[in-house]
């Protein structure tokens, strides 16, 4: 099949100061004498350029031949004509090795193009041969075996199999390969082998090897093995198990025979003694007699059954909770026994408590005692016949611990008249425990309480501070124990102030300048501390505040003046209450008696002032009209020679 690839690629080289130039028409690679062929074909790969040059432009240029997209050969070259020569790859006595995608490249200087790809397919694979060094075997010797396809090339991947069975696979870089295997024994072998190799499009398979027989006799050192008495048993009896082998082998010195039971060797010579053992129930199970010679193993097992002379011991603890300074009972017994062997007599018990013994001596498998805190830990107890012991499972007791005296207390703030909160709690019993609260010995409410950190909490409400010794509370865990009963509550109880009352020194009505004036707030009742605020009534924050431990506190006014004047109020509050305004008192600072003395007389002074400037006035004027009256009659009797002068 010919394909053809065209490059439109336009080269310029320049060399010397003319410049050259290079035209890719086309790059073809074709195969002879066919893409498809058998193996042992000569094979022929032709990269054929066809390009245009300028002048006499003789370029250097290579082609680069590659397989499944490596690199496989380059072929240098120098132009000495117009053209260029094509590129060749010869491949001789093709092999499947040789199948592939090929493809070549042509290089110009630095310029370069590709040519199609051409898919070679080899047909066909040499069989391969097998041999073995040895036809017939002794079970556990190896047989080498050699696969052999010396024609092919690359790497081959050899497979060799026994009938079906595949032994080996393995991959080679040459043409053959060899292998030690292990035939399995008292059969005759049928071996062949084969191989594949690795192409682009998967893979080519060759076929089957011609075909080997191998016979492979059996070692026969079959063990056999031997219970004695019987391999059906009663504890306490002697047990003698034997093994050996019923051939010339057995007396081998390269023969070994090992005893094991549940993968672990009881023994590893039993070529000259049995194995021997007083059997327990325990000692029941499948025993294996192992031979091996020569690296080859054979194994023979026998069952061995061992009744029980008397059965496990099973401990009770009755009851199995209890609280504390209660009765309690251990018993340590076995629910069955061989008769015809002991009788129910003949089993001794011993009971243990943290590995302690409870029972010395006699003991009928029943221990009593008292729970408490000694009584408490792990008890195991062991039956015993003669050497034959049995364990019984460890089983934990610990006696319920009784509830401790209650306490009472309360949390937060105990204030008159408002609702408070109770808490009754032990330190220490055993959940759950019911709490009672009391008050004056009768039943108000009760709560059970079933988890570590859980208290008791109860809700209630006082009128007066005695009634808070009024409160008890009772806690109870146990039917058989009487409530246990706290002390009284006892709390700092928190009377809230009431009726603040605002007094003021001296009298509203007698405050003058000058004076300090004492504003004094009381309360009729609360419980200190109490803090006091003063105010004006014409601003919103206090004048004054004060906490004193007593029921009244006072705020002065130093040195009163008008600007005091105006209206006054209180309050008080305590940790349990504030209360509401006081009552108002408002006064008017009046004038120092000195500054009325002054003032009357600077206006007495004024008035008599007064008075004497109007007499004066008065008298002044009294005389001007005298004297005008005067002039006014006179001038008829004045005569002409008067002394009369008058002032223009």
Known sequence: MWATHTCLLLLLIFTSNEAQSVLFKSLTLSVEPAEEVERGTNLTLTCDAKVSVSGGYRPKYSYIFYKDFKMLQMIQNEATAPGMTPGILYIPHSRAFHSGKYKCEV??????????????????????????????????????????????????????????????????????????????????????????????????????????????????????????????VIEGDTVNISCGVNTSLGNSSSLSLQLAKDLKILKLNMKLTPYSKVVLASDAGEYECNSEMDNVQKTTSANLSVRELFSRPILTISPSEEFEMQPFTVRCTSSHYVSERISRDDVKYSVYRDGNLLTPGAFDGAYTDTTGNRTNGNYTCIAQVENITKHSQSHSFRAKVLVSTPRIQVTGKVVLGRPFQIHCFSDRGTFPITYRLLRNQNLLNHSQVSHPGEEA??????????????????????????????????????????????????SPDDVTEGQDVFLICSIMKGTPPISFSWYSSD?????????????????????????????????????????????????????????????????????????????????????????AAQLSVKPASLKSDDPITSHP
């Open 457 to 506: 909490i109860f809700s209630s409400v006082i009128s007066s501070e005695k009634q808070i010794q009024e409160f008890s509370c009772e806690a109870q865990n146990s039917p058989h124990t009487s409530p246990l009963l706290s002390k009284a509550l006892n709390a700092t109880v928190i009377v809230p102030v009431e009726n603040s009352f605002l007094t003021v020194v001296p």
């Open 539 to 627: 601003k919103d924050s206090p004048l004054n505040s004060s906490s004193v431990i007593s029921n009244y506190s006072t705020h002065i006014l130093y040195s009163v003046s008008g600007e005091h004047s105006g209206s006054y109020y209180c309050k008080a509050m305590n940790e349990g209450k504030e209360t509401g305004n006081s009552n108002v008192i408002s006064f008017t600072v009046r004038m120092a008696r000195w500054k009325k003395s002054l003032i009357g007389g600077v206006c007495f002074v004024f008035v008599a002032v007064l008075v004497v400037v109007l007499v004066i006035y008065y008298r002044s004027m009294r005389g001007k009209r005298e004297t």
């Open 107 to 232: 290089n110009v200087e630095e310029k370069g193009t590709s040519s199609n790809t051409v898919n070679v397919v080899v047909k066909g694979l040499q069989t391969p041969q097998l041999s073995v060094d040895r036809n017939v075997v002794m079970e556990g010797e190896g047989v080498r075996a050699t696969c052999r396809a010396e024609e092919e090339q690359g790497s081959l991947t050899f497979s060799l199999k026994d009938g079906e069975e595949e032994l080996y696979r393995d991959e080679a870089s040459k043409g053959s390969v060899e292998k030690m295997v292990s035939l399995k024994p008292g059969r005759t072998a049928t071996l062949s082998c084969s191989y594949y190799i690795n192409v682009a499009d998967g893979r080519l398979e060759s076929n089957s090897s011609n075909v080997v027989s191998v016979d492979v006799k059996e070692l026969d050192i079959l063990p056999f093995i031997k219970i004695q008495p019987s391999p059906e």
